[in-house]
């Protein structure tokens, strides 16, 4: 016997005894049963499993005890710690599946629920004739051009051949920019884009200018100062008012209806000669409620006609203003406005619900994009 197995001290450890196991035993199971939830029993474990823990360092203490009482002392503890760690694994089933089924409940979600969405919002109808009225053009294979709105005198009144005593020159119609010497106006329509677009390029041109115009009106039922226009322009070679005529037949019929025409009636227009009203044929009655016996029409008054635009043949002078030669060339040229347009189209009777903005007003047109 080695001599220090003389001073070996063969009381086994109090942390040994069947008491102190069974006790530390008892306060695992207390201790795992209360635990709540996967984190109270983490901490558990820790106190109860762990390296520091009761059981542990019991099991620390076999290595001390004579041989004889080795076997018994590790099977006491090894029972101990397997039962603990087997209540330990139950209760950790069970809060997971707690947990689990907590996480289904509050990620529930109920479809059936009703449900109120905010709008989503949509184009204003103004922007979404103006974009239709342009495809129109675009599939016959005209360019949408843009041009400033605040515009020099110039290509608003003089290139258009109004001269500086035409009366749409005059203060009542137009917002003139400060200074009143600057030479800048608000432009009153959209023809100043085709002076641009004939200085740009030579012929041939066939462009539409949807744009924004201003005009000393106050606002009403049926005025507004600002309102918009689609300006249309064509010059080529042996453009001819049949080619006007077709075009703007097939525009009509292209935004109203199968089967439309339009009417033109003599007027006059600086810029244009010949000079015409355009007339759209009444889309609704398309003339019935002229007819003897023919019910009233209240989009075209009964009238069979609705008042649309102008147009007419380019004037020479404005061709020869924007350096194109009269001789070689011809064009025609038309305008209308967006307002109106939208307004007999849709049966709108106040103008100033187009510009005041109220989503009541725009969402029955629906949420195009
Ligand atoms: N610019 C004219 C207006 O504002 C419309 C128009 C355009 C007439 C083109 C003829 C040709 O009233």
Redesign the pocket.
């Known amino acids: 016997m080695p001599a220090s197995s003389g001073s070996f001290d063969p009381v086994a450890p109090e942390s040994l005894s069947e008491e102190s196991v069974a006790a530390a035993v008892a306060a695992a199971l207390a201790a795992i049963t209360a635990a709540a939830d996967l984190p109270a029993l983490k901490q558990v474990r820790l106190d109860h499993a762990g390296d520091r823990s009761p059981l542990a360092l019991a099991n620390r203490e076999i290595g001390s005890l004579p041989p004889s009482a080795k076997a018994d002392a590790g099977k006491r503890i090894g029972k101990a710690r397997g039962q603990v760690r087997a209540a330990m694994e139950q209760r950790q089933l069970v809060l997971e599946q707690e947990r689990d089924e907590q996480v289904l409940r509050q990620e529930a979600v109920d479809v059936t629920m009703e449900y109120h969405p905010f709008g989503r919002g949509g184009r204003h109808p103004l922007t979404t004739i103006q974009e239709r009225m342009a495809d129109i053009f675009v599939a016959m294979g005209y360019d949408v051009v843009d041009g400033p709105e605040v515009e020099s005198e110039w290509h608003n009144f003089d290139a258009l051949n109004l001269g500086p005593d035409h009366p749409a020159r005059s203060m009542q119609d137009t917002f003139f920019v400060e200074s009143a010497d600057s030479g800048l106006v608000l432009r ?4 100043p884009v085709q002076i641009r677009t004939m200085l740009d390029r030579p012929p041939p041109i066939y462009m539409v200018a949807p744009g924004r ?1 201003f005009r000393t009106d106050e606002l009403d039922a049926t005025h507004t100062p600002v309102f918009s ?1 689609i ?1 249309g322009l064509a010059v080529d070679r042996n453009i001819t008012m049949a080619d006007l005529k077709g075009t703007l037949d097939h525009f009509a019929e292209a935004l109203f209806g199968a089967g439309l025409v339009t009417r033109l009636r003599p007027s006059y ?1 600086p ?2 000669e010949p ?1 015409a009203e355009l007339d759209l044929q009444c889309f609704v009655c398309r003339g019935a409620s002229t007819q003897d016996g023919g019910a009233p029409c209240r989009t075209c008054s009964s009238e069979g006609w609705i008042e649309w ?4 043949m380019v004037n020479p002078r404005v061709l020869t203003a924007c350096g194109i030669d009269p001789q070689e060339y011809s064009g025609f ?4 406005g967006l307002e109106r347009t939208l307004m007999f189209r849709h049966g709108i009777t106040d103008m100033r619900d187009m510009v005041e903005g109220d989503v009541r007003f725009t969402r029955p047109f629906g949420l195009e994009v």
């Open positions: 009153t329509h959209t023809s115009v226009q300006e227009f810029f244009t000079s635009g102008g147009c007419g040229a038309f305008g209308m």
